[in-house]
């Protein structure tokens, strides 16, 4: 047996994927059942379910079987061939090893400090009563605490001329136009067209001017800035050392594999701009979201308040009470239950393979689509509603709430990323009272792979504690 497919020409099909996905997704689940099969243009076929048993299969089965890269490959021009979101077999296996120890639990109350003091900063220079929106500075605090405690970069004009140029850089990888050009164009195509801006090209019977259709030049530019900043970075450290340096650049610089061999120079720079881009823009997302959501709903937050109350009293927040906040993690848990960092994660198949009762050939892309599952309204009662009571004292199976994707390729910062929102959303709980500078909507904009709220999410402080 076929999964149904779209019947849309595949063009159109990434159109509506990148430009509408939510709802493409709802009406496709709603015309075709559980599991259904998206073609995109110069792509293998995507192959979507939110069927929690298939959705267990994909996630323990064997990662010979499985490949991750392929699905990823949208990303290379950006990230790098040798980033762990595109490796698979033992080279993946040998990444993931050497990258673990740096975000283990312990590691995280040392980060705990400097992520509160860059949220404290950014707040105190937030003007009460006029408006500004959460998702830009929660980009700004992301990104400040990256640069802190993964490239261990101090306060000064270093700083702040590469906070600057990362900002830049990720904004505009970011642009839509990038999933577009990604899908219908090779990655050695994208790589030649980032590094000399070649003009036009030809995509099936079109020509596309490609520096109007995307600033290709600049962000080739930005690209090549951080490199060398990278590439010097990285040799300055190992004529320097690094042993008594705790940021996680420096720690992978340390790392050794079984045969005691570090990473090369391209493996760090490629990692480096893996975490640069996989904690900014998804955490700061997360946590747009989240206030996206609690203040339509007092009672949430006035129950987080009065949690923090209890935790952490009237000072702030010490990194050894944020396990402790288990209303505030819900809530996080909840956002990510209706709106997850990707909607969707895939693998792609080394072999023809029954998935469910489904034949699916070698070369498809399975998708274990986390937006549909989340929404399933035999696993999630009132599934539309926000309501962090789901999780408290409750743990969902990993087949049916995968907001960090599952099995062996979980997200390695997943521990990373929810130290960092708890942290920084109960900052701003105790340092400030917010309240929307616009009626409430719930629209998705598309940023690249991650879904963010449309408008920004515009506040106003209200007040501060």
């Known amino acids: 047996m076929q999964p149904p497919r779209i019947h849309l020409p595949p063009f159109l099909q990434l159109h509506q994927w990148v430009a509408h996905p939510l709802r493409f997704m709802e009406e496709s689940v709603q015309r075709h059942g559980d599991s259904f099969v998206m073609q995109f243009p110069n792509t293998p076929p995507f192959f979507f379910t939110r069927d929690v048993e298939m959705v267990r299969q994909l996630f323990t089965g064997k990662p010979e079987d499985l490949y991750v890269g392929p699905v990823n490959r949208v990303l290379e021009s950006v990230v790098g061939k040798s980033s762990l979101l595109l490796l698979d077999d033992q080279e993946h296996i040998r990444e993931r090893r050497m990258m673990t120890p740096p975000f283990h639990g312990e590691r995280m109350l040392s980060y705990g400090l400097s992520m509160r003091e860059s949220a404290s900063r950014s707040i105190d220079g937030w003007a009460q009563g006029k408006a500004f929106t959460l998702h ?38 970011s642009h839509n136009a990038v999933l577009y050009m990604s899908a219908l164009l090779p990655a050695e195509r994208m790589l030649a067209l980032l590094a000399v801006g070649r003009d036009p090209i030809q995509l099936g019977p079109w020509k596309v001017n490609v520096s109007r259709a995307l600033p290709w030049t600049q962000l080739s530019r930005l690209m090549q800035e951080v490199d060398a900043y990278l590439f010097a970075e990285i040799a300055r450290r190992r004529a320097e050392g690094v042993e008594k340096r705790e940021d996680v650049l420096s720690l992978l610089m340390q790392a050794r594999d079984e045969q005691g061999q570090p990473m090369s120079d391209q493996e760090l720079r490629d990692e480096a701009i893996t975490l640069l881009a996989a904690g900014h823009e998804t955490t700061a997302t997360t946590l747009a979201w989240a206030f996206h959501f609690v203040l339509q709903h007092p009672e949430v937050e006035e129950k987080l308040r009065e949690e923090l109350r209890q935790v952490a009293g009237t000072g702030p927040l010490s990194p050894e009470q944020v396990n402790r906040l288990e209303y505030l993690d819900a809530t996080l848990k909840e956002t990510l239950r209706l709106v997850p960092v990707a909607p969707a994660v895939g693998r792609v198949l080394q072999r023809p393979m029954k998935v469910g009762e489904w034949d699916v050939p070698a070369g498809m892309a399975v998708m274990a689509c986390a937006y549909l599952t989340h929404r399933r309204p035999d696993l999630w009662p009132e599934p539309e509603r926000f309501n962090p009571e789901r999780f408290v004292g409750k743990r969902p199976s990993p087949y049916e709430y995968f907001p960090f994707g599952g099995g062996a390729r979980r997200c390695l910062g997943m521990a990373f ?36 709220p449309r408008g920004g999410v515009p506040v106003i402080v209200e007040s501060r504690n």
Do not use: C, N, W
Request: glycine share 6%.
């Open 417 to 452: 990323a929810t130290y960092e929102m708890r942290i920084v959303f109960a900052e701003v709980l105790r340092r400030v009272k917010l309240r929307p500078a616009t009626p409430y909507t719930f629209q998705v904009s598309r940023r690249g792979v991650t879904l963010a």
């Open 136 to 173: 830009e500075v929660f980009q700004d605090i992301t990104l400040d605490i990256i640069l802190k405690t993964v490239f261990g970069l101090a306060e000064g004009e270093t700083f702040t001329h590469f906070h600057e140029l990362f900002a830049r850089m990720l904004d505009m990888g």
